[in-house]
């Protein structure tokens, strides 16, 4: 039954089985290899080089998929007709279903990792199909043989005339050979007629003499080399007697004769005759009509197939995938160079550990002369040899290896290496194939990385503008260490711990850890706490940190050996999973970032992987423009909050101790500074005892606001205290402070003051003696609601040297109030509005009946009301109340 278009059959068709071979392969990784040999070597063997290919592609992708992805055993049969091979993969995973009655895009993606071989299918193969079982799942595959007669090894199809290439009238071919030192040894009459040399003139001069090369596109390798390689095809020049380069194309074979010596036998014909000499293409052949140019193929399409990954990570996932098909590897691998070309770093590998080894960095120039460089290609036969020669294979049992640079322009950008469990597989020949693919690769592969690098720093300033945003608008110590461990986990980093040095005497202190599973926090803590923190260094830029993820190691091995009655019990508590878990948190690889701001190391930011993952080279350097800032924005959240501390201190000095209690005289004071941080400001009060029944109270109001206002403050209220108890009267003690407040000079500020000496009285009234310099005059409120100034304006004080004030005396009786504000509270505005003395009057006319707390709270109130925004001068209010005798 065929499924149309998908050219899918379900079941097979009748024909005569000439051989048959089987094998089983184990689901482990290097199955998938074994079997390409295993269906490589029974095709030679019955024959059929032609299809060799085609089954070898198709059989890797299918055993991936059963010993990858499915995991099961595949079973691989190869089964032999008489026009046809049909190979078959079984897995035995028989629930993973094929979309027969789909089209072939619902098949997914080419460029997932795995689903690939349906699709292959459907190209290459003449009939493919799918048959289930209660136990099996078994994709199968037929390839035709093309039509041909016995002996011969390739065939084309009939063409037209004018559709066969074109030659000169006789076709000459120069057959030319050369010695073991690449010196002419034979020249031919072909080669005389072409190049213009007669044989006694070139024999025994070396090639190189009249070569000009290199005229093949992509390869890194010398004539010399080349000569020394088994075979080799392309193309180049020859000088000739005229001087002229002939283009010529070459097919060099390396022979021996009897005795064992070597040479070259290089075959050449005129360029435009390259068919004569040219070896087929492989893939599918073009048809009568001449629709299929395979001249016109491009050389990246053919090597990575259509269409192209239109990613970076896809496209050397693709390579790395067909580079180790093209040299029938069990491994391959690809690293991009950094900016300066120093290092390099794994970017995709295939049948390696590629979580472990993705991102790790390795030196361009790791040893001396040509095999030390990556910049030079390199065969490596056996590397137990040869230890540390290829550091990215150390542990993978992989034998011999080629490797090969990409290069754009002369510059390094990348190495393309492919590997073999088996010693020996790879010589001269192999790095040749391999250095073409890489070239015709190195200029996509440059441009995908480059625009996802334009595309990683356009992030990456996004990034930092925000990072700087949110670092700025905060002051707060413990906010900032928050933002930056908020911002590098999971953007950058899987977890992150930051350290703080409060001084250059001070060892550092775990101030801040933060992980992107909350679960893992507490048990990364504990581990972090229990180590010693990093040295301090100074020096800008990641540094590698191996002690955490030591650390959790051991503490996971000393789990695993208590759970298995070997060992004491760890030090980490949380039982074995909680460390194993930690232990996974923090086995990637961990940096450390030096906080440095205003030339001193300040704390250090801690980033970490989880297992076996390494930090790419641009999140490097993301995190380190990001500490820099971090660090700056650390320490002025130091410095503000060491400076709020002492103004905070300083101004708590300025505010009275406490208020005594008067007898008989409820008293109560509310008071709001004005600006962030300050306590104490411009307005001020104050409430002490005299002498014996006797007690003075002041408020007042400095010019301005903010710490120039609250010296001021602090000389006034000071003085009025020890005037007063050195036995002044008011207009004494003010004319005194006035001057004080002029001797000050330029640093004075002038200020208005109501202060008064009060006396309680037996009688349950009290007798108020009061001076009001300038200020807002106070308010009594009787018991019948009337509300009416109790005092004369008199001149402010720090204007004139010369006061002449006098105190009036008043009686306060039982359930009165008298009401003392600063003119922060008389000034509040809303726009055009003001509540003015007129509006405090109204409030103050519903306060009748309420404590002195009670009016002071129900006065605050509606001075905040009054208007949205936050007050913009400092306000007090101090209230006095003889209660009633019932109330006592």
Partial sequence: MSTGDLGVETRTRSAVITARAAASFDPVGRSVATARGFVRDTLQGWGFADIIDDAVVLTSELVTNAVVHAGTTADVSCLRTEDAVRIEVADRYPEREIPLQQSPRSMGSPDREGGRGLQLCAALATRWGVEYTPTHKEVWFQLDLPDRPIGTRSAGPALPVDLLP????????????????????????????????????????????????????????????????????????????????????????????????????????????????????RGPAPDAAGNQDAQGTDPFDAFIGTPAPDDLDGLLQRTVERARDMLDGDAAFLLLATDDETELEVRASTGLPSVRQRFARVPVEAGTGRYGSARMPAVHEDLATVPGAAPLLNGTGMRSVVTVPLKVEGRLTGSLGVAAEAPGRYANEEALRLQFAADRIALAVESARLGELERLRRGSLSFLVEASDLLAGTLDRDQTLALMAQMTVPTLAAWCAVYTIADQSSDPYLSYVLHEDEERIDGLKALLSRIDPPDPVPTPGARIWNAPSEAAHQAALRSSMRSLGLGEPTRLGGGIGTTLATASAVGGETVVLPLVARNRVIGMLTLGKPSDEHFRQEILELAEDLSRRAALALDNARLYSERMAISQSLQRSLLPPGLPRVPGVEVDVIYRAAGEGNEVGGDFYDLFPIRDGAYGFAIGDVCGTGPEAAAVTGLARHALRLLAREGFGGPAVLERLNAAILDEGARSRFLTLLYGELWPQEDGSAILKIVCAGHPLPLRLRQDGTVEPYADPQPLLGVMEDLELYEQTVTLDPGDVLLCVTDGVTERREGTRMLGDDGLVDVLTTCTGLTAGAVAARIMRAVERFATDAPSDDMAILAMRVPEPHSN
């Fill in 166 to 281: 074109v030659a000169d009238g006789r076709i000459r071919v120069a057959v030319v050979q050369i010695d073991r030192s690449g010196a002419v040894t034979s020249w031919n009459e072909d080669a005389e007629a072409v190049f213009g040399y007669p044989t006694e003139q070139v024999t025994g001069k070396q090639l190189t003499d009249f070569a000009a090369w290199p005229h093949t596109p992509g390869t890194g390798t010398g004539i010399a080399e080349a000569l020394q390689l088994s075979r080799w095809e392309g193309s180049y020049g020859i000088r000739g007697a005229d001087g002229r380069v002939i283009p010529v194309y070459a097919s060099h074979l390396r022979v021996r004769d009897n005795d064992g010596e070597p040479s070259t036998l290089c075959l050449m014909v005129r360029d435009h005759e390259r068919a004569i000499l040219q070896s087929p293409q």
